[in-house]
């Protein structure tokens, strides 16, 4: 059984930087895969990116070169550096992990607006 608590969202005009944070429990984060998901209001939850336990990560078109996903496996902790964010990536957050299962954080709110 894993728990993940998402922080680190927030209210940021468009251009601004923010970082989530992802911090687990309850099991060796390092065996788990992981990934961020985004769901905007009337949307279906989308992956956002996705890093492997081997370090190799993948990115959603809408979010390349302006998103960053990392993990610190000695912190159980994962993260995701968003750039140059748009009101269109205003949406709730979660952060997952899986091995055979899949886990969910319980999403933290990213809003973008002037």
């Known amino acids: 059984q894993v728990q993940l608590v998402e922080s680190g969202g927030g209210l940021v005009q468009p251009g601004g930087s923010l970082r989530l944070s992802c911090a687990a429990s309850?099991?060796?984060?390092?065996?788990?895969?992981m990934g961020w998901y985004r769901q905007a209001p009337g949307k279906q939850r989308e992956l956002v990116a996705a890093?492997?336990?081997?370090?190799?990560?993948h990115y959603a078109d809408p979010v390349k070169g302006r998103f960053t996903i990392s993990r610190d496996n000695g912190k159980n902790t994962g993260y995701l550096q968003m750039n140059s964010l748009k009101p269109e990536d205003t949406a709730v957050y979660y952060c997952?992990?899986?091995?055979?299962?899949?886990?969910w954080g319980q999403g933290t709110q990213v809003t973008v607006s002037s």
């Open positions: 997952s992990v899986d091995r055979y299962v899949r886990y």
């Open positions: 309850g099991s060796i984060f390092s065996i788990y895969n």
């Open positions: 890093i492997t336990t081997g370090g190799i990560t």
